[in-house]
């Protein structure tokens, strides 16, 4: 009777272990994941998520104290001035707000019959874009201004230098006013975020 129990128990014992011992490979997937959030950052120009620059125009009045022809004919592709920037955003189509403030004589003055101490122009931002092409945003200061211009470019911003310029072209007056004497200004703005 002894002998059979014993027997039992070693049977029993060998089915416990036998299936452990009947594994003979396996496998397993491990997943590594990560994330790149989408952002644009300033590269030259500025820091972190601001940049900042001039135009300078010189001279805005000819001779005979009427805006100067060479402003007034200006054009995107020869403007009165410009100025560039570097800005890198890992997204595919970024997009751009642009609006602007007339040019406009600092300290403001009521302007006598005949003068002006207000400049319009077209403010406008070219994007060199990753398929080598440009995409300009443009934006037309008026007497009362118009809502800002938004728009996504087309493609990935140009992962090179100065992939932004800024530009100010076609500046007009009332025709045949004179410029008041004095110090004009204006500001462009600008954003850019990812898409």
Do not use: H, W
């Amino acid at each position: 009777m002894k002998k059979t129990i014993l027997l039992g128990a070693a049977a029993l014992l060998g089915l416990a272990i036998a299936p452990a011992a009947m594994a003979q490979t396996v496998t397993g997937t491990v997943n590594v994941t990560g994330s790149v959030a989408a952002k644009c950052v300033v590269i030259t120009g500025g820091s972190g998520g601001t940049f900042s620059g001039s135009i300078p125009l010189g001279e805005l009045a000819q001779a005979d104290g009427t805006l100067s022809t060479t402003l007034s004919g200006s054009t995107n592709a020869s403007p009165g001035g410009s100025t560039q920037f570097r800005v890198n955003c890992n997204s595919a189509a970024p997009k751009v707000t642009l609006s602007s403030t007339r040019l406009a004589l600092a300290p403001s003055a009521t302007a006598p019959t005949g003068y002006t101490g207000v400049i319009d122009y077209t403010a406008a931002l070219d994007a060199a874009l990753a398929n080598s092409t440009t995409q300009t945003v443009s934006y037309v200061t008026a007497a009362a201004l118009p809502a800002a211009t938004v728009q996504s470019l087309s493609n990935s911003l140009a992962n090179s230098a100065g992939n932004l310029t800024v530009k100010a072209y076609a500046l007009n007056t009332a025709s045949g006013a004179l410029l008041m004497a004095g110090n004009y200004s204006s500001t462009i703005s600008i954003t850019i975020e990812p898409s």
